[in-house]
Structure formats: structure tokens, C-alpha cells
């Protein structure tokens, strides 16, 4: 970033995941989001919590969430 004081964090260690590049689709060599695969940046697959995820390999994270957790009510599919 070249602004002043900028508000923002530019650690790359806390940038998303590029969902392109999970796609095997990104192109872009100043792509501001990670194209390195780690379990702590990945989305929770969104196929998986709705239990139709059938991707073989699926890079996104499958996070089982039971019914009654009130540990984790974001993760939880909708009822």
C-alpha cells in the first residue's frame, strides 16, 4: 500500500484465500489475496454445511456443527 496512514492491515499472513486461484482460474501476478492453501484462511465450504458437497479434494474447510452447538451458531446451516 503507498497510502499514508493507512487504516487498513497489510499483513500478508492475514489475507484471504483467492477463490479464483482455488478454482485453478487466477491470472492476475498483483492478485491481492493469497494463493497459498492454509487450513486458518480457508472459507468453510459452503456445499458441505447445506451436505451436498461431493468435490473430490475439496479445498474449503468441512466443519461439522451439531445441531444443539451454541459454540458456533455461524457455522450452523440454516434450519
Known sequence: ???????????????AVCRMFLR???ND???????SVSESHMPVCEHF?????VREGCPYRHIKVSEDDTTAPLLQPPR
Open 29 to 35: 501476478e498483483k492478485c491481492p489475496f493469497s494463493h
Open 24 to 26: 485453478g482460474a487466477c
Open 1 to 15: 500500500c503507498s497510502r499514508d496512514k493507512c487504516p487498513f492491515i497489510h499483513d500478508p499472513e492475514r489475507v
Open 49 to 53: 454445511l447445506r451436505g451436498v458437497c
